[in-house]
T-cell receptor, first 111, second 114 residues
């Protein structure tokens, strides 16, 4: 089955700097890769996703890149703000199957 | 904006007791999921449900667990005889159509088994 690894487990950045979180997956059949943000006491919320037919996707300060050959994808947050502080989870899924989440990255944006 | 809701937000129970966690998915969604998250760990898939039946379940979802969609709006997770290790956050999620698309998560129910 699918296995998703995520690094780093914790990340501290200064406000205004960029943050990068990387994930790898094992199942080459996976073709949908969402990123979820989880704030304390809340459920995960989708912030961006990418499908395997696309190499990069951007939404304002957030971007995701996908390298299918190497089986890894990354989340990039630019101009970080204190409200970006949260736990971020990547996930992978072959179409028609269920999400397999990475272990999460705790991002702290220091003012 | 429509959202997934879950009740209760926190449930405390004694080991061996039955609990029912309730979810109201987004109204036009067709696929429903339960996940759990043990404190400080990743979100783990439990079960998916479509067309009034389980479509997939994980190893965690053993005979102590069951799911039901008793009416057109609610989706429930029952744990028959709770164990200490069932203590976790339980999240319900729903998808509009087709699996592999954005799953909308509820706020979760924190289950504490004493």
């Amino acid at each position: 089955g699918e296995n998703v690894e995520q690094h780093p487990s914790t990340l501290s950045v200064q406000e205004g700097d960029s943050a990068v979180i990387k994930c790898t997956y094992s199942d080459s059949a996976s073709n949908y890769f969402p990123w979820y943000k989880q704030e304390l006491g809340k459920g995960p919320q989708l912030i961006i996703d990418i499908r395997s037919n696309v190499g990069e996707k951007k939404d304002q300060r957030i971007a995701v890149t996908l390298n299918k050959t190497a089986k890894h994808f990354s989340l990039h947050i630019t101009e970080t703000q204190p409200e970006d502080s949260a736990v971020y989870f990547c996930a992978a899924t072959p179409y028609g199957q269920n999400f397999v989440f990475g272990p999460g990255t705790r991002l702290s944006v220091l003012p | 904006e429509p959202e997934v809701t879950q009740t209760p937000s926190h449930q405390v129970t004694q080991m061996g007791q039955e609990v029912i966690l309730r979810c109201v998915p987004i109204s036009n969604h067709l696929y429903f999921y339960w996940y759990r998250q043990i404190l400080g760990q990743k979100v783990e898939f439990l079960v998916s449900f479509y067309n009034n039946e389980i479509s997939e379940k994980s190893e965690i979802f053993d005979d102590q667990f069951s799911v039901e969609r008793p009416d057109g709006s609610n989706f429930t997770l029952k744990i028959r005889s709770t164990k200490l290790e069932d203590s976790a956050m339980y999240f319900c999620a729903s998808v509009r159509s087709g699996q592999g698309n954005e799953q909308f998560f509820g706020p979760g129910t924190r289950l504490t088994v004493l």
